[in-house]
Each structure stands twice: as structure tokens, then as C-alpha cells.
């Protein structure tokens, strides 16, 4: 269903349709964008730069709960300083993944990669809420200790493994290593190979040459 989804967004939105209503290649905006000469890297270089300012901020203030650096600043002055570049960095992150991912939706969609990579970011999502509503919750009583509780440092170490596998998971996206062309076993499992396999066939039947 959404593999069916994606595909549309790759072959057929924006696409120019021969006489015979076949949808012809590589005329989609999804692929256009993929071909284009410069907006991908364009994309792609906002996302890896606006990555120092996110996880760079995102570091300080995990040192910190860590009791690593800062250790005579409260904690809740490292954190007040740090979120704003971090959010910023979020959104711009978000919206340029966003963006690259419509460039190739259902080779991503299927890159087992990719799926580990939104695993750790959902992961490092909920670990987030968990240190807002829960850790931060009695924040006052241990603000400017140098080396906060077990439960904050905990929070902070999962913070920093969690977002260092978005990003390596992140780079190694890039290469068609596991991608499904080669896949196997549980690999293959895991990316729902056989459901793109179908999906594949499908489309070609709608496309032009
Ligand atoms: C804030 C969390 C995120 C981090 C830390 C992150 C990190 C990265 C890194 C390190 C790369 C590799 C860049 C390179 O080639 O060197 C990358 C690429 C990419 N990211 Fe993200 N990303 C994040 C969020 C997202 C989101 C939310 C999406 C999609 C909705 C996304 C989609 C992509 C895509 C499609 C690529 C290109 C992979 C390729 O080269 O083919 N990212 N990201």
C-alpha cells in the first residue's frame, strides 16, 4: 500500500504521459530531482551541515548531563542556550530529509538502511519525551550538581548512542550495499523486497519507455 504510494510519487507525480496514457520516464518531479544537476547536492549539503549545529548542540548539552564538561554551569543554562540551535537545526534537518527522500521514495522505503536509520530516530525521539516528562520533571533539585543523577546521565548516554546511529546509519544509506537488488535471507525480509519486487512490476507496465 504505501510501497504502491511511493512508487506514484517516483514514477508518475508531475510525470508527462505519452498518447497512450503511459507515464513516461524519468519525467516525474521525484526524478527530475534525482537527475537534477544541483538542487539534490544542494539538499544534500544543507543536511550534512545543518547536522554540525543539531548534533553539535544536541553533544554539549549530553556532555553535560554527563557530568563531562560545563560541570560548574546548571545544567538548565547549557540546556536554555543549546535548544534553540538544536530545534533549528531539527526542522532544517527534516525538511531537507524530507526533500531527498522524495527524490528516490520507494529505493529508500525498501533500503533496510534507511529502515534502521528511522528505527534510531524514533528511538532517540521517545528517549526525548522520556527525559522531558519524566527526568527533567525534579530538575531543580539537581541543576547545578557537576554530575547529575543516574537516571539524567542514563537519558544522555542513550541520547548520544541513539543519534550517532541516525547518523552513521545515515551515511551508510548512501551505498547500495544491502539495497534489494542484491539482498538476501533476512535482509531481504527486513526491506520488504518482495513487496517492491511486485510494486516494480507494476509500474512497469504503466511506464513508457
Ligand atoms: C535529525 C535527524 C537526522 C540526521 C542526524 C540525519 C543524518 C544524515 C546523514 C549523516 C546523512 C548522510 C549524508 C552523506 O551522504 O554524507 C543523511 C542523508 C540522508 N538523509 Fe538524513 N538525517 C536526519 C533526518 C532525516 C530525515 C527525517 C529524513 C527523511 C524524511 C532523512 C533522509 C535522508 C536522505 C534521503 C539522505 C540521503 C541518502 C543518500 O545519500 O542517498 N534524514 N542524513
Known amino acids: 500500500m504505501l510501497s504502491t504510494f511511493l512508487a506514484y510519487l517516483q514514477f508518475k507525480l508531475g510525470a508527462q504521459f505519452d498518447n497512450s496514457g503511459h507515464a513516461i520516464s524519468d519525467t516525474s518531479w521525484s526524478a527530475q530531482l534525482q537527475g537534477s544537476e ?7 549539503g544543507t543536511h550534512v551541515l545543518t547536522l554540525m549545529l543539531f548534533a553539535g548542540s544536541i553533544l554539549f548539552v549530553d556532555l553535560r548531563l554527563l557530568g563531562v564538561t560545563f560541570k560548574n554551569t546548571p545544567v538548565s543554562k547549557v540546556t536554555d542556550t543549546l535548544i534553540p540551535y538544536t530545534v ?8 531537507t530529509g524530507a526533500a531527498l527522500f522524495f527524490a528516490n521514495p520507494l ?16 528511538a532517540a525521539a521517545a528517549n526525548i519525551f522520556y527525559f522531558h516528562y519524566r527526568v527533567q520533571a525534579n530538575r531543580a533539585a539537581w541543576d ?8 539524567a546521565r542514563r537519558a544522555a548516554a542513550f541520547s548520544l548512542a541513539l543519534w550517532i546511529g541516525v547518523i552513521v546509519a545515515g551515511r551508510f544509506a548512501a551505498y547500495d550495499w544491502f539495497s534489494c537488488d542484491t539482498a ?24 513508457a519507455p
Open 144 to 151: 547545578n550538581q557537576a554530575k547529575p543523577p543516574a537516571s
Open 88 to 95: 533549528a537545526g531539527f526542522i532544517v534537518m527534516l525538511l
Open 107 to 122: 529505493e529508500y522505503y525498501h533500503n533496510v538502511i534507511f529502515r534502521l536509520k528511522f528505527i534510531f530516530l524514533i
Open 184 to 207: 538476501q535471507g533476512f535482509v531481504a525480509a527486513a526491506a520488504q523486497c518482495s513487496e517492491r519486487s511486485v510494486t516494480l512490476a507494476a509500474v512497469e507496465t504503466e511506464l
Open 38 to 44: 544541483r538542487l539534490w547536492m544542494l539538499l544534500e
